[in-house]
């Protein structure tokens, strides 16, 4: 019963690096997107609005996973303490 709470927080950390490494990579890609003016440069309209777009759905997977893995880690520390 305990290793499958281990296994569970390793899940639950998993998770939450992963979303964290996400959000990372999305931010790290726009500032990189930016001129010295601090405007973002882009080749057309239409590659600007599907970059923003697959940018909002990656940040909102990240902040699901975030929310999400450390529900599990945190439940996964309390639950031993329930189950005795």
Excluded: D, Q
Excluded at 14 to 31: D, S
Excluded at 61 to 82: E, K
């Amino acid at each position: 019963m305990h290793l499958m709470f281990i296994y569970t927080g390793l899940t639950g950390v998993a998770m939450l690096i992963a979303g964290c490494f996400i959000n990372y990579r999305i931010g790290r890609r726009r500032f990189n997107r930016r001129a010295v003016t601090g405007i973002e440069i882009f080749r057309s309209y239409g590659h600007k609005w599907s970059t923003r777009l697959f940018e909002r759905i990656g940040r909102l997977i990240a902040f699901l996973l975030i929310v999400f893995g450390l529900m599990i880690a945190l439940g996964s520390l309390m639950a031993p303490h329930f189950y005795k």
